[in-house]
């Protein structure tokens, strides 16, 4: 494990994987002495657990298009802070099945005399090309996102792609013309297959569309997952919430040991998903409701409602303080912290410590390899003082 491969030859250019200069172990000590100096005031910080193989984890790719100045057709990623694209033939932390589909668009761009898409001229068909696979299933999604509906030689450049890949089960058409940062726009067409992916995680299927969020490192998932299941310590008879529940993965985990389970989450896409992968799992005791978790919450605590159980796995920027106000409210005996930012994560527990909760567990899981990102999971419970306020 403390080994490295051969080093990038796009790192300075590129800028994604910051810590590529250390070997593994060093990587690990890193992350674990950040988590200790932003959350080790709250309690003992446990080991980060580690990956045994730390490359090719990235089961979504997504490679930007331009054109170099001498009119060669390049594809790979923005450099960090602008928005030049950097060259990638091959990336040491995405899969590599994605990394040929992305090359052989790229070589089919111009067999087509398809350019890629400039958003200041918006001229050009070729924007963005996204990946996902499943690691488990086998199944491989290609997205195609285009700067207008037009898409000259529609089907010889579908049957090319199929050709040289056939193990691709579904290829979409995703519009984005707008002048935005932004990968997808709203307006998607299946071109081939079902339009969605499945994978097996934990013993339970889960589809998978192109604007719905999956965890992007398959292995890990599962590791982070076990662990929030741990610090919930699910009995049978309790009630759960799934705070930004994305595609129900942990809320559907957490079915199989609660009495109920209900997710919230404010992209439909992701809805849509989460309940067909409880169907698909035969999962009866959860539901999936499309609002703000926040909102979701604060009625509940309104309606006089409970909750045993509320796990959380807010996005970079951490929970909103209006959420954070409605969780203390609801006041459930155990909130299980899911965090891929340990800065915001240290200002949310600040707030719940303050408002009734202490936190009892740590546990930093490396979710990104060769990145400054850290994955923690954070096992709190209402002080006993409080208890006895509410129970008396």
Not at 156 to 165: E, P, Q
Not at 167 to 183: C, D, F, P, S
């Amino acid at each position: 494990m403390g080994k490295s491969q051969s080093s990038c030859p796009y790192a300075k250019a590129c800028g994604g994987c910051q810590l590529q200069n250390l070997t593994y172990p060093q990587q690990l000590q890193y992350k674990q002495v950040k988590c200790i100096r932003l959350l080790g005031k709250f309690c003992h910080v446990e080991e980060i657990l580690g990956m045994e193989n730390p490359y090719h984890y990235r089961n979504k790719v997504q490679a930007a298009f331009a054109r170099t100045r001498s009119g060669k057709i390049i594809s790979g990623v923005y450099q960090a802070k602008s928005r030049r694209v950097v060259a990638v033939e091959r990336c040491l932390i995405e899969d590599e099945k994605a990394d040929e589909v992305i090359g052989t668009v790229r070589t089919l761009l111009g067999q087509f005399r398809l350019t890629p898409y400039d958003p200041d001229r918006q001229t050009g068909f070729l924007r963005h090309v996204l990946v996902k696979r499943g690691f488990q299933s086998g199944q491989l999604m290609v997205v195609l996102v285009t700067g207008s509906p037009a898409f000259p030689h529609k089907r010889d450049f579908l049957a090319a792609l199929l050709k040289r890949h056939p193990e691709i089960t579904t290829v979409l058409q995703n519009v984005n013309g707008a002048h935005t940062g932004m990968v997808l726009g709203a307006r998607e067409t299946v071109l081939y297959g079902p339009g969605k992916i499945e994978e097996q995680l934990g013993g339970c299927t889960f589809q998978i569309s192109a604007r719905a969020f999956y965890q992007i490192n398959p292995v890990q998932t599962e590791v982070l997952y076990r662990k929030a299941l741990e610090f919930a310590a699910l009995r049978g008879t309790e009630t759960v919430i799934d705070a930004y529940c994305g595609t129900g993965t942990i809320g559907i985990f957490a079915a199989k040991h609660a009495k109920t389970v209900v997710g919230v989450e404010l992209n439909g896409d992701a809805v849509a998903d989460a309940r067909e992968n409880a169907r698909r799992n035969g999962i009866q005791n959860i539901r999936f409701i499309e609002a703000d978790a926040g909102e979701f919450l604060t009625g509940m605590a309104t309606a006089g409602e409970r909750a045993d159980v509320v796990f959380l796995d807010p996005p970079r920027a951490g929970s909103s303080l209006a959420f954070l106000r409605s969780l203390v409210s609801l006041a459930p005996a155990r909130v299980v912290y899911i965090s891929c930012n340990p800065e915001t994560q240290q200002r949310d527990l600040l707030y719940l410590c303050k408002h009734g909760y202490r936190v009892r567990k740590i546990q930093p899981v490396d979710m990104f390899p060769h990145t400054n990102h850290v994955e923690t999971v954070a096992l709190l419970t209402r002080k006993q003082a409080r208890l006895q306020a509410v129970n008396g």
